[in-house]
Antibody, heavy 122, light 107 residues
């Protein structure tokens, strides 16, 4: 059974930093691109970032939404089946539930974690 | 960036009725298109990918159609567990984008 469990969310002041983690199980983690998708309170879904897996096709390895590029860094540790999102220079508009999502055979999201809430507020 | 516009924003239906949700893309995405369902307090769930292929475990009452810029999600006979918000997504070009959602509510 595919499972993903996010952690690391919490309350942080504007300008602060936070690192999210997502531990995955039930599939060959290093073969798949992994993603972060967020959802602001009461709002829709917003793709944040993608990191390809080893052997996960041609093209760039990492992608970011314009809204987070230069402030967020996605990474992965395949030995630990873990995806990360390092967030810095946080803003109020980054307040959201952050979901970890596995890529399917194409860049849609076939499995999702339950999310971790990040609140940016003074 | 490819903008996805979903309509209507809210759809009121009675159980057993047919529901038709639409999503329009600002430029062609081919068949690189999916639909998700999200219930309150839960993560989204993949329903449809490739514009018309049901994901694993998705009931046959859900069907997707369309290509290019116009897409439709149809629920042939809405069940009580289908009342939720539905999002479309394109994965033809970066950045990946979602529509704003359609809420299917009980009439």
């Amino acid at each position: 059974e595919v499972q993903m469990l996010e952690s690391g969310g919490g309350l942080v002041q504007p300008g602060g930093s936070l690192r999210l983690s997502c531990v995955a199980s039930g599939f060959n983690f290093n073969s798949y691109a992994m993603n972060w998708v967020r959802q602001a309170p009461g709002k829709g879904l917003e793709w944040v970032s993608t990191i390809r897996g080893t052997g996960d096709g041609a093209g760039d390895r990492i992608y970011y939404a314009d809204s987070v590029r230069g402030r967020f860094t996605i990474s992965r540790d395949d030995s630990k089946n873990t995806l990360y999102l390092q967030m810095s220079s946080l803003r109020a508009e980054d307040t959201a539930i952050y979901y970890c999502a596995k890529r399917g055979p194409a860049f849609y999201f076939d499995y999702w974690g339950q999310g971790t809430l990040v609140t940016v507020s003074s | 960036e490819i903008v996805l516009t979903q309509s209507p924003a809210t759809l009121s239906v009675s159980p057993g009725e047919r529901a038709t949700l639409s999503c329009r893309a600002s430029q062609s995405v081919g068949s690189n298109f999916g639909w998700y369902q999200q219930k309150p307090g839960q993560a989204p769930r993949l329903l449809i990918y490739g514009a018309s292929t049901r994901a694993t475990g998705i009931p046959a009452r859900f069907s997707g159609s369309g290509s290019g810029t116009e897409f439709t999600l149809t629920i042939s006979s809405v069940q009580s567990e289908d009342f939720a918000v539905y999002y479309c997504q394109q994965y033809n070009k970066w950045p990946l984008t979602f529509g704003g959602g359609t809420k299917v509510e009980i009439k």
